[in-house]
């Protein structure tokens, strides 16, 4: 790619941009959000087509116009939203648009082939409605591998998978680079960068700034280089202040719809002034727990008591969820689907920021002066890139909309802040950003709930650790002087090697 521009209205996503791909090469390509990652690919793809700028496959210039060209220059990029039909099974999918009359058997045949050579477990006929993320992932894969992709575009795809998921991919992404495949990852986690790319390319603010090979730099000189000067990559763990319990849960049960227990007899304690991290392998129960809370769950039986400044206890089971945020109870849960839960995309960051205090009973066309000072805050406090802030949320860059919805939480001051997942889709600047942020919250006095999925973090930001396994706790640890091996081995076995 050379001297790629592409401008959204007054935005420039790409500058003069160049890059160049190699088979049988895994190259990761980093930047911070909204550094033009997407956009640079999505010209490949023939999602969008450049204003400038020329593009070479094999030293012959293309002109790439649609998807379909894309696939002629056997090009398949894997984005972040999938574009699955549910009610098909996997191979009706990966034949979906094919031209000319197909034979089921034969591309059911064709598809156990391409998963037997890179080692992809797909169950051809199963349907989409039944699978997990990280399945309907593979079909993806899988789909463009049929349509003879042999340079393939990965936007983020771990973001969404569970570390044993994200092992398995890696595996067959290093099976199509020894295949002779280019392959190109866009991803934020720095040792997904270190131990998966034989190469990294990175942007900043839409222009490239140099590639290096993985093997021969770290996490702080790529990070450096993407933000443009020296990053300190340190999490400062204050002392808790003054903890003093805020809210006291005992005996916690929850059922789902088919009476399995998604939490047994879950008992806890979380202090003001403290930050308690949760942590435990995808589906243990952290989303029921925090949801428990916030009022959004059915409980089986056990209590959450609320504790005042005054040390009155209230109980919030049975409150209303409106109450309970009243009371200061915040919960900001980041799903896979960063759009799809707290933010209309449609709406400018302004209007976003009212939605929250919606709930309180003002009205949402009079005062307008609230919300966008809070909407200044947050773009200013975590650098959020926007034009302004009556950008609509879905022109932003995927981790930009991500700090909107994490920054409007944090700024409302709550007493008990519940966060899941705050960094996931964050550059690794954005996510020390956040990390301070929470820490600030603590040191004013919140009880901070931390649910996250990197343990190296969990043991650097929080006070204590609850590790929960199957719905149980299985200890609570002392983040100060645990390490990531012994939250691992508790996440996975209960009792694991607790300190307690
Ligand atoms: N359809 C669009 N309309 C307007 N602006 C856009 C559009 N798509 C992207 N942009 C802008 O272009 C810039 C680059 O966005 P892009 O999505 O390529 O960033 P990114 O590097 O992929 O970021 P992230 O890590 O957050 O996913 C951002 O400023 C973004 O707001
Ligand atoms: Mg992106």
Known sequence: MRNITKRFGPVIANDKCWLDIYRGEILALLGENGSGKTTLMNMLSG???????????????????????????????????????????????????????????????????????????????QKIYDMTVSQKQTVEIVKVLYRGADILILDEPTAVLTPQETDKLFAVLRNMRDDGKAVVIITHKMHEVESL??????????????????????????TNMMVGRPVELNIKRTEPVEPKPRLIIENLTIKDVEGINKLAGVSFTANSGEILGIAGISGCGQKELLEAVAGLQKIEAGSIKYIED??????????????????????????????????????????????????????????????????????????????????????????????VLVGREIANAPTVLMTAYATRGLDINSSYMIYDLITKEKER????????????????????????????????????????????????????????
């Open 197 to 222: 790319s034989d190469r990294v390319a990175i942007l900043r603010k839409g222009q490239f700034v140099g590639d290096m090979i993985t093997a021969k730099t770290n996490a702080q000189e790529m």
């Open 310 to 403: 005054d040390e009155t206890e209230e109980e919030l089971i049975g409150k209303d969820p409106v109450k309970i945020k009243e009371m200061g109870v915040a919960l900001s849960f980041v799903p896979e689907d960063r759009l799809g839960m707290g933010l209309v995309g449609n709406m400018d960051i302004s209007d976003n920021m009212m939605l929250r205090s919606y709930a309180k009973g003002r009205s949402l066309f009079t005062d307008r002066k609230a919300p966008d000072k809070l909407a200044h805050h947050v773009v200013d406090s975590l650098e959020v890139a926007t034009p302004g802030i009556e950008t609509p949320v879905r022109k932003l860059s995927g981790g930009n909309v991500q700090k």
């Open 445 to 500: 006095g919140a009880a901070v709930i931390y649910v996250g999925e990197d343990l190296d973090v969990l043991v650097e930001l929080c006070d204590r650790i609850l590790v929960l396994c199957g719905g149980k706790v299985s200890g609570i640890v002392d983040g100060p002087s645990t390490n990531k091996r012994a939250v691992g081995a508790m996440m996975t076995k209960l009792g694991g090697d607790s300190n307690e």
């Open 47 to 125: 999602i969008y087509f450049p204003d400038e700028g020329q593009i070479f496959i094999d030293d012959k210039e293309v002109v790439i116009s649609s998807p379909k060209d894309a696939f002629s220059f056997g090009i398949g990029m894997i984005h972040q939203h999938f574009k699955l039909v549910d009610v098909f099974t996997a191979t009706e999918n990966i034949i979906l648009g094919l031209p000319g009359k197909l034979d089921k058997a034969e591309a059911r045949k064709k598809i156990v082939d391409i998963c037997e050579k890179y080692g992809f477990e797909v169950d051809p006929d």
